[in-house]
C-alpha cells in the first residue's frame, strides 16, 4: 500500500516530467502490464478531475496503466455517485490519496458565472444541476469580488470550487470521514494550468 505522502510525490514527480516533455518506460503500456492488470489493480492515488478533453489525467501526470483511478465530470464536482465511487476505491484498493484536480478556464465555472450573472430560462436540469453543485462557491466572488478583473474571477472561482469539492469529500461519507481519521486517507485540491501543464497542489498539509 502507498502512503498518501509517497503517493503525492509520485504524482509531483510525474507532473514535472509532463512538463518537462519527458516520459517515463512506466507510463508505456506493455502487454505484461495489461496481463498483470487483467488479475488486480492497485492504483496509488485517486483523482477526482475535471470531464474538460485538455486535462487527461494519466498524461498530465505521466503514468500508466492501473496507476491512477480517475473520476472525471464537468466542474469536478462532488455528487453521491462520485463519492461513491472514491469510497469504492479507497476501500476496495487501499488506495490513500484522492486528488480534486480542477484546472484554469474551466467551462464549468465559466458557465456558473455567466448563469448567476444571468439567469438562463428553460435551463437543461441535467445542466442546472451541475451549475447548482458549483453555485456556493464562487456566489460570494462576485458579491465581494471585482467583476472587472474577469481573469482574476474565474481563477479565484476554480479554486474556491475545487477547495470545496474537498471539503465535501471529507465530510459526505462516513465512510470518507473514518478512512481518514483511522487509515491515513488524504484528500488534497490541485488546479492544472492549461498554459503552462504545471499542476499545482493547493495545500501543502503533507
Known amino acids: 500500500m502507498t502512503k498518501g505522502a509517497e503517493a503525492l510525490e509520485r504524482l509531483r514527480a510525474g507532473n514535472k516530467r509532463f512538463v518537462a516533455n519527458v516520459r517515463s518506460a512506466e507510463s508505456i503500456s506493455s502487454a505484461a ?3 498483470e492488470l487483467a488479475v488486480a489493480q492497485q492504483p496509488f492515488a485517486i483523482v477526482l478531475g475535471c470531464s474538460d478533453s485538455r486535462v487527461p489525467v494519466e498524461i498530465i501526470f505521466d503514468q500508466g496503466l492501473g496507476d491512477l483511478f480517475v473520476i472525471r465530470v464537468a466542474g469536478n464536482i462532488v455528487a453521491p455517485s462520485l463519492i461513491g465511487s472514491v469510497e469504492f476505491a479507497a476501500s ?8 480534486v484536480l480542477g484546472h484554469s478556464q474551466c467551462g464549468a465555472i465559466l458557465a456558473t458565472l455567466v448563469e448567476l450573472r444571468r439567469p438562463t430560462a428553460n435551463q437543461s436540469p441535467n445542466l442546472k444541476s451541475i451549475v447548482d453543485r458549483i453555485r456556493p462557491a464562487v456566489e460570494g466572488l462576485l458579491a465581494g469580488g471585482d467583476q472587472q478583473d474577469q ?28 478512512l481518514v481519521a483511522n487509515h491515513g486517507l488524504v484528500i488534497v485540491g490541485a488546479s492544472y494550468s492549461l498554459d503552462t501543464g504545471v499542476v499545482e497542489f493547493l495545500e501543502q498539509t503533507l
Open 151 to 178: 481573469p482574476g474571477l474565474v481563477s479565484r472561482a476554480v479554486e474556491a470550487n475545487i477547495l470545496a469539492s474537498v471539503q465535501q469529500l471529507r465530510h459526505g461519507s462516513a465512510i470518507i470521514e473514518g
Open 92 to 99: 476496495q484498493f487501499g488506495t490513500r490519496l484522492v486528488v
Open 33 to 35: 502490464r495489461r496481463a
